[in-house]
């Protein structure tokens, strides 16, 4: 249940999904409806039986700022979920960071999305190894990618449960 109030508290206002479900609406629930509602998340966890309609999504194209809006490609879509299934998601992440974390599993070198970390974290060693490498008057080499659209370009696997 605290993994639960946790998660709720964490949660930021949101439009809903398809199932018209508000955070607001979770975060006033009774005791009773949270245990309820905690029943329902542990039975999808052991069960391995993700509702259906947790896939579908309310896709809201968002325009870019100062971009011509007649331009297709000029919007951001936005999918609006399942509150109840972001509350599983985050759930599942926090232990699953725990974990990571806990058995040193990530690189040291990634720092993005990492708990007292950012990514500038990266930029600033990168700042101390050319100063190093200037005032020792060695070659420092880096390479850099540009991942615009990266996730446009990837191989979705379609998985039906």
Known sequence: MHELKDALNKSH????????????????????SLCSILTLLNRIWNEKAFP???????VVPIP??????????NYRPIA????????LERMVNKHLVYILEKKNIL??????FRYGR????NVLQLETAIRDAFVSKKHLASIFF???KAYDRA???ERSF
């Open 13 to 32: 206002t949101t439009s809903p999904g398809p199932d018209g479900i508000h955070y607001n609406m979770l975060k006033n629930l009774c005791e009773n």
């Open 52 to 58: 259906a309609s947790w896939r579908e999504a309310v």
């Open 64 to 73: 870019k700022p100062g971009k011509d809006p007649q331009n297709s490609s």
């Open 80 to 87: 609006l979920t399942s509150c109840l299934c972001k509350l």
């Open 107 to 112: 690189s040291k070198f990634q720092s993005g």
């Open 118 to 121: 950012s990514s500038q974290d």
């Open 146 to 148: 540009d991942m615009d």
């Open 155 to 157: 191989w979705h696997f």
